[in-house]
């Protein structure tokens, strides 16, 4: 199972970091849960006889090919913990004739009132804009703040749907594919930002080598089934590339 | 009928069930076809027709002030009931999942514009707000459809991915600025035929361009109605470029200013029509015995000719409307007609798309006397050219193989096979319409509903006038639902078009 001192191994700055997330659970503790269950995608069992527990303060990268059943497990999770994870999810689903401030905002209409929400549709409040620029500098969009989704690049709007789902401000950040349309660099400095933010994660990465660097768990799929759990620690990339072949 | 036949055979294998459509709405049609008394009764049609010509070629205005103020006029009306129509369109819109809305909003778009004015006429008389409450009662059914149908079908993702929020935050940051653009561009449609709509409120007398329009007509001033005419036709075909969004406010205003939606209503009289008038005699007397006999006679005297009337002419108007439409489509289609030509074809199918049905019967009746003929050419040509405009428009993304046949093979081959479900799809949207406009244009004299209808308003039995308008508006309805039930079970394009 999880090793929880491999967290502050990798990363030892990064659970004392948290800007916002509330962080009201212990360690260790199970958040989900799955024992024996079959996911199915659009009726169709995708994934089989699943049997893991994720435990408060592991960060777990799920890998393996595309149509393994990475996203329909990570959909799964999102459903069992609803309203603690921030979402991100492979198809951005931004709105994309909206600013990219409008965008990452949008994180955070379940914690205002619907005459503020509104108000700040037509300008922007102080306060989150301040909020919001800030995260955004750190992704490198600050210059875009005002811009509308749909001209942005497939990367910035990757970004911009990493913004929102960080803005959410939840102790579990649940990212399939989060960084796919980003080149090395700037993944990382992504992948860098959500983990100071959140202290637990599930992220489906097909870059093995980000799976090692930023997670403590490694679970392998193939074919819907869990070939693979293991502690990043225990496992080099070239082992993880037998997945795949 | 020889276009729908060589196509049927042509394609009997691989488009059974659409076939199938188009061979029962053809029988249908030449069966009302042959029931419609469709003959030319004038003695010299070809003697009005030519000064008409000549009143076309030399346009005359008589009176500068009248003629703006109408124009003005015309465009008040529709500024003011677009807006109110909107705004309640709009409210509807958010409620519109629910089957009492989604019934209450088929209800008040299946009465006509010119049925509703004449229920405000008997209560505000020839008023501002009679007209526009008689154009934004139907155009917020309309709308509220059009509005509800389009945020049911915006992409769900952006909304799943929020954590709960509240629905009202939630629609105003993902379902509406996601439908937005569709909004817009349905509205600035819907606007150009509220223009249109407004223009025929003048024949029921209210001070718009159609009221000039009827009596120059009516009264054989050819030239000043075609300078009326042509006014009609720049305003529509100007519209993209006056018709801006930072202009609206000032518009609107400046519609509120020139006609003031202030009326002296007598409200003992309002309240008398609403809850005595149009209550059935017999029911009004306090004879109930004879309420049978009252609908019965309403029944066999009026309504059921009016509805078999109004049958046949819409049936008998679709096939027509589907033959003109497949005769005109390559008028506006890359692949028969290029540059000019095209853009002279394109022309003509517009503006028999600007000039309203409701017009063309008038100026056919004038033609050709009293059959059915005139309203049938004139549902024909007015619906014909839409459907053709788009079905042309549509073919330009077909693109054919570089060795291509040309001329009647190209069409018959490749083009309409492969447009028919386009075709058929957009003919369905325009039967409800044809319907609609059967029903109204008995007005003029047709015997359809809107002819037993008129006669009653006439007459002052407001009470058989709202029945039949009931069932008017019923009729309407069951249209409406069997097109899109037709459109679904054929998997036509069910999404709101701008038609």
């Known amino acids: 199972m999880a090793n929880e001192a491999g967290v502050s191994q990798i990363n030892p700055s990064v659970t004392d970091a948290q800007t916002g997330a509330q962080r009201a659970r212990t360690s260790g503790e199970v958040i989900a849960q799955f024992k024996g ?3 199915y995608y659009q009726d169709r069992p995708v994934v089989r006889d699943l049997n893991f527990s994720i435990h408060a303060g592991e960060r777990v990268a799920l890998v393996g090919h595309s149509g393994a059943g990475k996203s329909t497990v990570l959909r799964a999770l999102r459903q069992q913990m609803q309203s603690e994870c921030a979402w991100c999810p492979q198809d951005a689903g931004l709105v994309p004739m909206l600013s990219v401030y409008h965008n990452i905002y949008m994180g955070a209409l379940h ?28 992704l490198g969009l600050e ?17 911009t749907a990493v913004a929102r789902a960080v803005f959410q401000r939840q102790p579990i950040f649940l990212g399939d594919e989060p960084v796919s349309a980003l080149d090395a660099f700037q993944a990382q400095q992504v992948l860098e930002f959500i983990c100071k933010r959140h202290d637990s994660l599930v992220l489906s990465l097909h870059d093995t080598g980000q799976a090692l660097r930023f997670c403590d768990r490694i679970i392998g799929l193939v074919e819907g089934k869990v070939v693979l759990d293991t502690p990043a620690l225990d496992i080099n990339q070239s082992d993880l590339q037998a997945l795949y072949q | 009928m020889s276009i729908s036949s060589a196509h049927e055979f042509h394609y009997r294998t691989a488009l059974g069930p659409l076939s199938r459509t188009a061979a029962l709405l053809t029988l249908v049609g030449v069966m009302a076809l042959l029931l419609a008394d469709i003959e030319i009764i004038s003695p010299e049609p070809g003697l009005e027709l030519t000064r008409m010509g000549l009143g076309l070629l030399s346009p005359r205005i008589p009176d500068q002030y009248v003629f703006v103020e109408a124009l003005l006029n015309t465009l008040s009306f529709a500024f003011q009931a677009m807006a109110l129509a909107t705004l309640i369109g709009f409210l509807l819109s958010l409620v519109y999942r629910l089957a009492v809305v989604r019934a209450f909003c088929a209800f008040i778009r299946g009465i006509h514009e010119l049925f509703w004015a004449l229920i405000f006429l008997q209560v505000m008389g020839l008023s501002t707000l009679t007209g526009v409450l008689a154009l934004a009662i139907p155009y917020a059914g309309i709308l509220a459809k059009i509005f509800g149908e389009l945020f049911e079908e915006v992409s769900p993702q952006p909304r799943n991915n929020l954590l709960v929020a509240d629905h009202i935050s939630a629609f105003f940051y993902t379902t509406l600025p996601l439908a937005w653009r569709s909004l817009c561009a349905y509205c600035s449609y819907r606007f150009e035929c509220m223009v249109r709509s407004s223009v025929i409120l003048g024949f029921v007398g209210l001070p718009t361009l159609g009221f000039y329009l009827e009596s120059a007509l009516r009264e054989g001033r050819y030239q000043e109605g075609a300078a009326l005419l042509y006014v009609l036709l720049l305003l529509i075909a100007t519209l993209r470029f ?22 002296e209503v007598s409200w003992d009289g309002a309240w008398r029509f609403f809850t005595v008038d149009i209550v059935p005699a017999p029911l009004r007397n306090n004879s109930q015995a004879q309420l049978w006999s009252w609908l019965t006679l309403l029944w066999q005297q009026q309504l059921q000719p009016g509805v078999i009337n109004t049958l046949i002419l819409g049936m008998a108007a679709l096939l027509v409307t589907a033959m003109f439409a497949l005769l005109c489509f390559p008028l506006n289609s890359p692949h028969f007609v290029r540059g000019w030509s095209r853009r002279f074809g394109d022309a003509f199918l517009i503006i028999g798309r600007t ?25 024909a040509l007015h619906n014909g050219t839409i459907v053709a405009h788009l079905v042309g428009r549509f073919s330009e993304s077909l693109s054919l193989r570089q060795d291509a046949v040309r001329g009647v093979n190209l069409y018959f081959y490749e083009v309409l096979p492969r447009m028919f479900r386009q075709f058929l799809a957009l003919l369905l949207y325009r039967w409800e319409v044809i319907m609609r406009e059967s029903a109204i244009l008995g007005m003029l004299g047709f015997a359809t509903l809107g002819f037993y209808i008129d006669s009653a308003f006439e007459e002052f039995r407001f009470d058989r006038a709202a029945l039949l308008i009931i069932c008017s508006a019923l009729l309407n309805m069951l249209a409406d639902a069997l097109a899109r039930y037709w459109r679904r079970r054929l998997h036509l394009n069910t999404t709101p078009e701008t038609l």
């Open chain 2, 242 to 263: 006056w018709l801006r969004r930072a202009l609206l406010p000032v518009y609107l205003l400046a519609a509120f200013l020139l006609l003031p939606p202030v009326v």
């Open chain 1, 143 to 159: 210059h875009l703040l005002s811009q509308a989704v749909e001209q942005l690049s497939g990367g910035q709007q990757q970004r």
């Open chain 1, 111 to 138: 914690r205002h009132g619907v005459f503020y929400n509104l108000a700040n549709l037509v300008r922007p409040w102080r306060e989150p804009w301040q909020q919001v620029r800030k995260l955004s500098v750190e």
């Open chain 2, 355 to 379: 000039l309203p049905e409701y017009l063309l019967a008038f100026v056919g009746l004038i033609v050709l006397g009293p059959s059915m003929l005139p309203a049938l050419l004139a549902l």
């Open chain 1, 37 to 39: 269950q079959t996911l």
